[in-house]
Structures are given as C-alpha cells and as structure tokens.
C-alpha cells in the first residue's frame, strides 16, 4: 500500500465550477501535510499548508482530518490557469522527508 | 535569480556511463534534498543534507548513486555505471532547517536524465 494515495484522474472540470480531490495516508506519526502543484515538465510548488482546523486561501480550502488520515482539497469558481496537477503530500516532524501521492491531473475546460 | 537551480537540465547518456548533477540551493537555505520522479508519479525521496552532513537516505539510493555537499552550499548527485531504469527527473529542494523560519522545501527545475 503506498504511503499516500490519491485518485491519479484526470478530471476534466469546465470553468467556474468546484472541484474536490482527496487524499489518504497511511503514517498516522505524519506531523506536516501540503498540497503542491506541478504544471506539466515544472517542478512542484507549494500550493498550501493544511491544518486540522483547516485553512482557506482564496478560492482554496484544505482540510485535514487526522482519525481518518484524510486530506482534502476544494478549489471553487475553477479557472483555466488552474489545469495542473495536485500533489498531496505528508512529511514527518521537522519535514525533513516528503512523501509524495501520484498527483491528480485536473484540466478546467472553457 | 536567487531560487534553486540545477544543472544540466538534461542530460542523455549510454547505459553503463557515469552522470553527475549539480545543485544550487536558496543562499540561506542550510538543508538541501534529492528527490525523484518518474512519469506518472510524485517525487520520490532520495537523500537530504543539513549543512554538509548526509542525515538521511532512502533505499531507493542504491551504491551506484552518491550525493556530496562537501562546504553546505552546493550539491552534487553522481550515479555510476547507468541503467535504463535510472532515467528519470532528478528534482533538488531546499529550505531552512525547523526553528529558524519557514521550512517550506522550494524545488529547483530538475535534470532529466535519459539513459539509453
């Protein structure tokens, strides 16, 4: 079982609508979890941090719930420059090592 | 540009050949990491470095491949006698240690490796 799972899509989203991705970790000593995105042949960016009381950033809102091991998410009022892939990611304290999803291909059509 | 940068960006070798990646970290950043990603996946752990010292490595590194950051500035990633298998995007992060601000890991734009 890998150590963090996401469903790989893609999913293909017209423009303005909400989009919701998952993710699932099998660590329960993870302490830091991310959502990164990576535009195609790029490097990964930090998109956000998420927290237990979950944390929102514009259009953005991750979630975390720690009993289930599950993060979460929800981009609203999607635009084009959102098409990316989303990497959930989990690191231990003091985030010296990420553990990487496979990442979910999203593509916003006009 | 005062972000991560690596060199080559790409690099085609015959199978069998000798490889060596070089990384410039973030100018204050004292930990430096390796990962890498293969078509289709995330970034896989390699190694990391906090100043110079080699803290940890993953088992995918195995003894053809070996990572230097001899003055805790640059890095250098070396993976001997190449296989196919080894063809990959050999991605470099860095970030400041816990403590001592944000530890966010910045990722530099990789070197695509392909083994022929």
């Known amino acids: 079982r890998k150590e963090v799972e996401q469903d790989p899509g893609p999913f293909n989203v017209p423009e303005g609508a909400t989009v919701a991705f998952n993710c699932t970790y099998s660590?329960?000593?993870?302490?830091?979890f991310f959502w990164y995105r990576q535009d195609c042949r790029k490097e990964p960016k930090l998109l956000m941090s998420v927290y237990s009381s979950g944390n929102e950033d514009g259009r953005f809102t991750a979630q975390l719930n720690r009993a289930s091991q599950y993060i979460s998410l929800l981009i609203r009022d999607s635009k084009l420059s959102d098409s990316a892939t989303y990497l959930c990611v989990v690191g231990r304290f003091g985030n010296e090592k990420l553990t990487f999803g496979t990442g979910t291909r999203l593509t916003i059509i006009p | 540009d005062t972000g991560v940068s690596q060199n080559p960006r790409h690099k085609i070798t015959k199978r069998g050949q000798n490889v060596t990646f070089r990384c410039d970290p973030i100018s204050e950043h004292n930990r430096l990491y390796w990962y890498r990603q293969t078509l289709g996946q995330g970034p896989e752990f390699l190694t990391y470095f906090q100043n110079e010292a080699q803290l940890e490595k993953s088992r995918l590194l195995s003894d053809r491949f070996s990572a230097e950051r001899p003055k805790g500035s640059f890095s250098t990633l070396e993976i001997q006698r190449t296989e196919q298998g080894d063809s990959a995007m050999y991605l470099c992060a860095s970030s400041l240690a816990p403590g001592q601000g944000s530890d966010e890991q910045y990722f530099g734009p990789g070197t695509r490796l392909t083994v022929t």
């Open positions: 660590n329960s000593a993870s302490q830091s």
